[in-house]
């Protein structure tokens, strides 16, 4: 699994590709979705609270 630090600088590189055009990211409306691959026959989902 991915750690925190190596999806936030996914996410940097991401926001600088997207200034470069002049576009932006709606961190309001961004959600993050994990898929586990271990667990994939569980048909379940996760929702916070």
Do not use: C, F, H, W
């Not at 999806?7 to 055009?21: C, D, F, K, P, T």
């Not at 026959?41 to 916070?48: G, I, L």
């Amino acid at each position: 699994m991915p750690s925190q630090e190596g999806l936030v600088a996914l996410l940097n590189i991401l926001e600088q590709n997207n200034a470069a055009y002049g576009l932006g990211i709606n961190y309001n409306k961004t959600k993050v979705m994990i898929v586990d691959r271990e667990q994939s026959s569980r048909n379940e989902v996760n929702r916070p609270l």
